[in-house]
């Protein structure tokens, strides 16, 4: 009984602190960034617009080159943003 006792409230925590999955900005479909606060339709759409015309971004920091961010705003997205290394999609 106190083996199942404890297995609840892992579980109870685990239902109490939903795992946090940070968007891969190389994948992400528009409505996929627009979840991200902070990003609304514009910025979402020239994330998308600097991908496909300069390719994935190698990292986050890459953020300040897309027209519409700055490294301040790029700061305040790294904890729900992210950038996947290729050889880790395989």
């Not at 968007?23 to 979840?35: G, H, K, P, R, Y």
């Not at 027209?67 to 790294?78: D, R």
Request: hydrophobic residues 45%; without cysteine; positive net charge.
């Amino acid at each position: 009984m106190n083996k199942l006792y404890k297995g609840l409230l892992v579980l109870a925590g685990l239902v109490a602190f939903p795992v946090f999955a940070a968007v891969d900005i190389n994948t992400a479909t528009q409505s996929e960034l627009e979840v991200v606060k902070g990003l609304g339709p514009a910025k979402a759409k020239a994330i998308i617009t600097y991908r496909e015309s300069n390719g994935n971004f190698k990292h986050l920091d890459e953020l300040d080159n897309v027209k519409g961010f700055g490294k301040a705003s790029v700061e305040k997205l790294k904890a729900e943003l992210s950038v996947v290394p290729e050889q880790a999609k395989k």
